[in-house]
């Protein structure tokens, strides 16, 4: 009985020294041995860019959005629903 409760006490020692190590890590960026990488360039996405529909928010692929040129700017739209409150709303 006393070999399983000095078991069990060490499991959760290690454990406790797991979990601190790993804070201590992400606290100090360490990142387990990994070469330090350079400046992140921009992801680019396969289904193109992603605009934001300025009625209801959604995203979508700038290249299936209707589009609005108006005054200058360029507005991209879900559907023509949005599009058409949008414009009585501005």
């Given at each position: 009985?006393?070999?399983?409760?000095?078991?069990?006490?060490?499991?959760?020692?290690?454990?406790?020294?797991?979990?601190?190590?790993?804070?201590?890590?992400?606290?100090?960026?360490?990142?387990?041995g990994?070469?330090?990488?350079?400046?992140?360039?921009?992801?680019?996405?396969?289904?193109?860019?992603?605009?934001?529909?300025?009625?209801?928010?959604?995203?979508?692929?700038?290249?299936?959005?209707?589009?609005?040129?108006?005054?200058?700017?360029?507005?991209?739209?879900c559907?023509?629903?949005?599009?058409?409150e949008?414009?009585?709303?501005?």
């Amino acid at each position: 009985m006393n070999l399983i409760l000095w078991i069990v006490r060490l499991i959760i020692i290690v454990m406790i020294i797991r979990f601190i190590i790993g804070l201590l890590r992400s606290a100090f960026g360490a990142r387990g041995g990994a070469a330090p990488r350079g400046p992140r360039r921009p992801q680019e996405r396969i289904g193109g860019t992603l605009v934001q529909d300025p009625q209801c928010g959604t995203y979508l692929p700038q290249d299936r959005a209707i589009v609005l040129a108006r005054g200058g700017d360029t507005h991209y739209f879900c559907s023509a629903r949005c599009r058409d409150e949008w414009t009585s709303r501005v």
